[in-house]
């Protein structure tokens, strides 16, 4: 079993900003409270868990392992970002309409199709969500009061 307790702040950092409690944070990975705290303790979950971890905090796998010791691409506690610019956001945003019109969708049985759409609906709202977390995580790394909090002795 590898332990690391620089990962396990890493960990305890991503929940704060998250706003999360522990068993908050389990029920978001799926995981028990019990998990979380051995993780915050420094415990490394296998690669699954890791992954889940670091796409719930915005965050890449290595920077969740090695943080500041990661390469100049993962350095500190940035978050994996896409330059998004309301430009290139709105081409976002027709692609993927664009996507959901095409004429393979049209092909598409309507029962079948009516699944796509929701699916696409679920799609949607989960990753609203997730954006209103990283915002708000976004907002507690600018206030930079949750990254002292850590730091106290």
């Known amino acids: 079993m590898v332990r690391d307790p620089e990962f ?6 991503i929940r704060y ?3 999360l409690t522990q068993e908050g944070l389990g029920q978001r990975l799926g995981l028990t409270k019990v998990s979380v705290s051995r993780y915050e303790a420094g415990r490394i979950p296998r690669l699954d868990v890791l992954q889940k971890i670091a796409e719930i905090a915005g965050v890449n796998v290595a920077w969740l392992l090695h ?9 500190g506690a940035q978050p994996t970002r896409l330059p998004v610019t309301g430009q290139s956001f709105g081409r976002i945003l027709a692609q993927l309409i ?3 019109e095409s004429d393979y ?3 598409l049985p309507v029962r079948s199709r009516r699944r796509y759409e929701q699916r696409a609906k679920e799609v949607l709202a989960k990753t609203l ?11 507690a790394e600018g206030r930079g009061d949750l990254t002292r909090r850590l730091k106290k002795p």
């Open 8 to 13: 396990g702040k890493r960990v305890r950092l």
């Open 17 to 19: 900003r998250l706003h």
């Open 67 to 75: 943080g500041e010791a990661a390469s100049s691409a993962t350095r």
């Open 98 to 100: 664009s996507e959901l």
């Open 105 to 107: 969708l049209s092909q």
């Open 129 to 139: 969500r997730e954006l209103k977390e990283y915002k708000a995580l976004l907002e």
